[in-house]
């Protein structure tokens, strides 16, 4: 008696599996929904405030590419192996930039190394968690780019058509 | 007559469909399965070089090793083995073993410095900042690793190198 009861199981099983398995190679592969924490890309996302449930969702694309200039990129941290954070592409490997901190003080321009991307985070205010504290960010640490604000309704836009809010020539 | 043999034709015909939709299946159900082992849960790797003798590549110019994707860079531990993207080079691989990490001293060798050991080096050491950790060669004397490079960030590690397949 028992043993139908285990076959009929394992029948019925192989669908959540199947469909465990597939969910986790298009969240991998394809992308997923992203929350927006910190307000280090302020005004572009999360410009009020960013409580729980007031935090804004984006499409996070994993689908493979190369970073542009202007893109917003989710990469692991520097500082934290752990941790994701979502910036904005500055300058990509072989171009030449200031970054806008050194615009400030006065320094010179930073040439990227290949392989390598100078991120910055479009509020200019936040004490700027990005590629002026950690330097260049290889590739391979970003895990995806942001394509679309999904929520909320109301600020539903396509994210790749905006741009760095600032020069770095 | 005529019509029994046509009705077995279909039958035949049926038969055969039906096989080849269960082929089909068969064959996109193992490559996605195969797919999401090798990039979740573990997968194998060629050794090149002789960075890592007498560990990897001792009598041999190559060896498979077979490498374990779980574990979160979190847990890595000093003397593991892990496979990286290699700072230098965007779509090459690194296998070294982890010898400090973040927050930790590295004691440098008079014998075999690098690059960046020369220029960092305080009094024989050097700190790992947070986030990162110190990578060598198992064989000191022929080995790019972090006295070159200089430490890793620690999201740069894919995953822990188990041990040798074969060679």
């Known amino acids: 008696m028992w043993k139908t009861r285990v076959t009929r199981f394992l029948e019925c099983s192989k669908w959540f599996v199947g469909g465990g398995v597939l969910s986790i190679l298009f969240y991998d592969n394809v992308g997923y929904v992203h929350t927006v924490r910190g307000k280090s890309m302020a005004p572009t996302l999360n410009p009020g405030p960013t409580r729980a449930l007031l935090r804004e969702q984006v499409w996070l694309s994993k689908l493979p590419y190369k970073p542009r200039v202007g893109d917003i990129v989710v990469f692991r941290s520097p500082k934290h192996g752990s941790k994701l954070a979502m910036k904005r592409v500055a300058a990509i490997g072989g171009e030449t930039i200031v970054p806008s901190k050194v615009m400030k003080s006065g320094g010179g321009p930073v040439t990227m190394k290949p392989g390598y991307v100078w991120v910055e985070a479009d509020n200019r205010d936040t004490a700027g968690r990005d590629s002026n504290e950690y330097g260049q960010l290889h590739e391979k640490m970003i895990i995806g780019k942001v394509t679309w604000l999904l929520w909320p309704w109301t600020r539903i836009q396509d994210l790749r058509k905006t741009q760095l809010p600032f020069q770095t020539q | ?167």
């Open chain 2, 1 to 167: 007559m005529q019509s029994a043999a046509l009705a077995h034709g279909k039958k035949v015909v049926q038969y055969l469909n039906q096989k080849k939709r269960e082929i089909t299946y068969t064959v996109i159900g193992t490559s996605l399965a195969t797919f999401f082992i090798t990039s979740r849960i573990a997968t194998t790797a060629v050794v090149t070089g002789q960075s890592m003798t007498p560990t990897f590549n001792k009598n041999s110019s190559k060896s498979r090793v077979l490498i374990e994707l779980m574990t979160p860079v979190t847990k890595v531990k000093p003397n593991d083995i892990v496979l990286a993207h290699d700072p230098e080079e965007t779509d090459a691989y690194i296998v070294k073993r982890v010898t400090a990490l973040a927050g930790q001293f590295v004691d440098v060798d008079e014998n075999c410095p690098g690059t960046y050991v020369r220029k960092y080096a305080y009094e024989g050491k050097l700190s790992v900042p947070s986030g990162y950790c110190w990578v060598e060669g198992d064989n000191k004397t022929n080995s790019q690793d972090s006295r070159e490079f200089g430490p890793i960030p620690l999201g740069l590690i894919k995953g822990r190198v188990l041990y040798t397949l074969w060679s």
